[in-house]
């Protein structure tokens, strides 16, 4: 079974600064997803970047970036300038891409984000 | 906003009684997926539907069950519930529609509390 790890419970950034969450996880796959997922205080849960493991090329959505190591198996975000409405738990999660029923989003711990004004 | 929607926000109820969770997914998804979130146990999904079909079932408790109707909405019935059953429960929603890059998109979620 894949698992994740977020080894940061909690980080903290100041206010235009940049700030890298961490993530790791387990699998025996070559194919899969993984993603970000943000979790403001209202508690909803937003796509923040995806990643196929096949691209090399490492995904970026203006402030968000990812660096994945697929050898090994790190896939951490960048989160650049930050602004207050950036606070919130990050989730990382993984997804196989087997096909068939196999979707299920497996998630890490997650990371609680505090931005500094 | 997702396009994901749950109702009801919030649910307080007692130990032994049974609720009802619903969600509708975006617009033209055929797959709906149900994921519960606790302190303890973090984000764990519980089971997945495809156009009316049970297609995968994590860690879900036999007290639990859930379908989805021909419309695509889903309903997660929680029995018998425990103190521990108190947790925030997530739908999410994607099209499966066979593309690898199929991603899921979720609705506000559903705070049940068990008193």
């Known amino acids: 079974a894949q698992t994740v790890t977020q080894s940061q419970p909690e980080m903290s950034v100041q206010e235009a600064e940049t700030v890298t969450l961490s993530c790791t996880y387990d699998?025996?796959?070559?194919?899969?997803?993984l993603f970000w997922y943000k979790q403001p205080p209202s508690r909803q849960m937003i796509l923040v970047i995806r990643?196929?493991?096949?691209?090399?090329q490492n995904a970026t959505e203006n402030r968000f970036s990812v660096n994945f190591q697929k050898a090994a198996k790190s896939f951490s975000l960048k989160i650049s300038d930050s602004q207050l409405g950036d606070a919130a738990m990050y989730f990382c999660a993984y997804r196989s891409s087997s096909g068939g029923s196999n979707y299920k989003l497996t998630f890490g711990k997650g990371t609680l984000l505090t931005v500094n004004p | 906003d997702s396009g994901v929607t749950q109702t009801p926000k919030h649910l307080i109820t007692a130990t032994g009684q049974r609720v009802t969770l619903r969600c509708s997914p975006r617009?033209?998804?055929?797959?709906v997926y149900w994921y519960q979130q606790s302190l303890d146990q973090g984000l764990q999904f519980l089971i997945q539907y495809y156009n009316g079909e049970e297609r995968a079932k994590g860690n879900i408790l036999e007290r639990f069950s859930a379908q989805q109707f021909p419309d695509l909405h889903s309903e997660l019935n929680l029995s018998s519930l425990e103190l521990g059953d108190s947790a925030l429960y997530f739908c999410?929603?994607?099209?499966?529609?066979?593309?690898?890059?199929?991603?899921?998109?979720f609705g506000p979620g559903t705070r049940l509390t068990v008193l």
């Open positions: 999410a929603s994607s099209q499966m529609d066979g593309r690898l890059t199929d991603t899921q998109y």
């Open positions: 617009s033209g998804d055929l797959s």
């Open positions: 699998t025996s796959e070559s194919d899969y997803y």
């Open positions: 990643q196929e493991a096949y691209k090399q």
